[in-house]
Every structure is written in structure tokens, then in C-alpha cells.
Nanobody
Framework: QVQLVESGGGLVQPGGSLRLSCAAS????????AGWYRQAPGKQRELVAH???????NYADSVKGRFTISRDNAKNTVYLQMNSLKPEDTAVYYC???????????????????WGQGTLVTVSS
């Protein structure tokens, strides 16, 4: 069983920074693509940032230039560095990843989509 565990959320003042981590654990060989999503109260979940297996990234227009997604393949961990935070960034942030459970799945490109439990980010003075 593969799990994604997010950490790093919390309360921060406008203009501040936070770094979210998403660590995969359990039966895992490697992570293919991964992304960070967020859901604010009363709104739909939206994609914030995405990173492919080869490290290519893309971002929602609302966070371009402020957020950076990265990955450490050796640790099976994905990060989201958030700078210049605004009150409108307040949301529950979720990690999503396409995971290869073992080498055979990797060779055959059979991945599983896994979601983390979410971590709350609150931007407020």
C-alpha cells in the first residue's frame, strides 16, 4: 500500500513563505508525475503546480513566479516552495502522484494515482 504524507502547512503572514513536503511511503519503486492541488472553502479543487518524471514543471497563473515545485527522487518526495504568500492562497493543499509500486510496474508503465490527506495553509495577519 502506497501513502503520500504531506507536511509543512500552517499559519503564515502575508508576504511570508512556507515549504510543503509530500513523502511517499509503503510499497513504492518510484514516482512518475506529481502535482500539488488546493481547495479553498466553498471552491473547487484546483491544480497549483505539476512536475513530470523528467522534471518539467508548470504552474497555475495565480502562483507563477511565487511557487516552485521540485522533487527528490532518491527520497520519493515532492516539495512546494511557496513565497510571497497572499491571503487568497489560503486552502487545504493536497499532493497527488502517479506511483510505480515496483520495478515490474515501472517497466510496463503501470502506475497508480495516489492522493495525500491534505495540509492546511492559512495566510493571515
Amino acid at each position: 500500500q502506497v501513502q503520500l504524507v504531506e507536511s509543512g502547512g500552517g499559519l503564515v503572514q502575508p508576504g511570508g513563505s512556507l515549504r510543503l513536503s509530500c513523502a511517499a511511503s509503503g510499497s513504492i519503486f518510484s514516482i512518475n508525475a506529481a502535482g500539488w492541488y488546493r481547495q479553498a472553502p466553498g471552491k473547487q479543487r484546483e491544480l497549483v503546480a505539476h512536475i513530470t518524471a523528467d522534471g518539467s514543471t508548470n504552474y497555475a497563473d495565480s502562483v507563477k513566479g511565487r511557487f516552485t515545485i521540485s522533487r527528490d527522487n532518491a527520497k520519493n518526495t515532492v516539495y512546494l516552495q511557496m513565497n510571497s504568500l497572499k491571503p487568497e492562497d489560503t486552502a487545504v493543499y493536497y499532493c497527488n502522484a502517479d506511483v510505480y509500486p515496483d520495478y515490474v510496474d515501472y517497466v510496463h508503465d503501470r502506475y497508480r494515482e495516489v492522493w495525500g490527506q491534505g495540509t492546511l495553509v492559512t495566510v493571515s495577519s
